[in-house]
């Protein structure tokens, strides 16, 4: 693949998260697409096998900055203050008014015949446990990181619907009690 493919391609990717994001993965149709990322159905496929993998590429995408985003919101740190900063970082982003809820969640329940779509969203929620536990350090049975994760999902979903209910503050409070109980 020469540079110009592999512009096309990351372009193509930063493009059609906005669209996937926004109308979900689902019901975005080739034609929809083709016609949002302005290019060619030939394009398209010299790029992707298939839309499966175009979600997959995209999920792949969008977990790499969720990834970069963590470690730049806990800068090092670990504890309570950095956990509590990962949830600040969400109430944050399910207050913006363009939050629909987690593109991952979204992508694996508009997908349930994916095994790709599901692995990828899979592995994204299993790096958020991990991030949690890494955070933590003492938590060897995994059983505080689980419950932070949880805590972070409930509050990505309980965002969608009533936003008026502020999810990922009640969340963030909760934690910082079972921060203070472990």
């Given at each position: 693949?020469?540079s110009?493919?592999g ?7 930063a493009r059609?998260?906005?669209?996937f994001?926004a ?6 149709g080739m ?5 949002h ?20 590429a995209?999920?792949?995408k969008r977990?790499?900055?969720v ?8 800068a ?6 950095a ?5 600040s970082?969400?109430e ?14 979204i ?9 790709k ?7 994204h929620?299993?790096?958020?446990k991990?991030?949690f536990?890494?955070?933590?350090g ?7 990181s ?9 509050a ?12 990922a503050?009640v969340?963030k409070?909760i934690?910082?009690?079972?921060m203070?109980?472990?």
């Amino acid at each position: 693949m020469t540079s110009s493919d592999g512009s096309t391609r990351n372009d193509l990717l930063a493009r059609v998260g906005e669209i996937f994001y926004a109308n979900g993965t689902y019901l975005v149709g080739m034609t929809e697409l083709v016609r949002h990322l302005q290019t060619t159905r030939a394009t398209f496929y010299r790029h992707f096998e298939s839309k499966e993998d175009l979600l997959v590429a995209y999920l792949q995408k969008r977990d790499a900055a969720v990834r970069e985003q963590l470690v730049e919101v806990v800068a090092g740190r670990t504890g309570a203050p950095a956990i509590l900063d990962v949830f600040s970082n969400l109430e944050r982003k399910t207050s913006a008014d363009n939050f629909r809820g987690c593109a991952f969640l979204i992508a694996a329940i508009e997908n349930p015949q994916s095994k790709k779509i599901q692995d990828t969203a899979r592995t994204h929620k299993l790096f958020l446990k991990d991030f949690f536990s890494s955070l933590l350090g003492n938590d060897t049975d995994g059983v505080i990181s689980e419950q932070l994760l949880l805590l972070y999902e409930g509050a990505l979903a309980g965002s969608v619907l009533r936003r008026e209910a502020g999810a990922a503050t009640v969340a963030k409070a909760i934690a910082a009690r079972l921060m203070e109980d472990s």
